[in-house]
């Protein structure tokens, strides 16, 4: 499925090809030649674009799939913690449906006595410069499930306006 700009584009596109369409239909055009010609480069553009929408939706499928199906458990959050995607995985590590651990803060996750240290080290990982992995053993707790020692790797991913879209995060239950 093509994103906002993608959409934009292809609408724009059929908007100037359908009223080229129909000035040539009218046949009223002097300039019938240019119309043609003008009309074969927006049908080969057009021919580019789908064919281009059909390449970005595979690959985001195949990304879809492996963020879904990796091994290890895999969280996205904001950069205050708040969980915005989450694999099997870590749904698995958490004893819980991803689903439901979409909004909410990964904090929660975290036993009382030690959410303090990892509130601490969540702001630290989100100003590391970009690229920068933090790591950390803390403790996390699923909702139905023991407390549990797990490492963690996290990785600010920067926005192009300099502010911090979200972070990434690898988790893995250690002894």
Known sequence: M???DSFSLFSSVKVV???MRRKLDDGASQAQGELE???QEI????????????VLASERQRYSEFFEYAPDAYLITDSHGTVREA?????ELLGVPARSLEGR??????PEPARRDFRARLVRASAQPEGEISAWRGALQ?????AFQAGFRVRALPVPDGGLASLCWLVRRVD
Do not use: C, I, K, T
């Not at 803060?105 to 975290?110: E, Q, R």
């Open 142 to 146: 699923g909702p139905q499930s023991a």
């Open 105 to 110: 803060p990964l904090v929660n996750m975290v």
């Open 2 to 4: 093509p994103d906002n």
């Open 43 to 54: 049908e080969a553009l057009w021919e580019e674009l789908r064919n281009q929408s059909h």
């Open 87 to 91: 694999n099997r995985a870590a749904a």
């Open 37 to 39: 010609a003008g009309l």
């Open 17 to 19: 090809r359908d009223l």
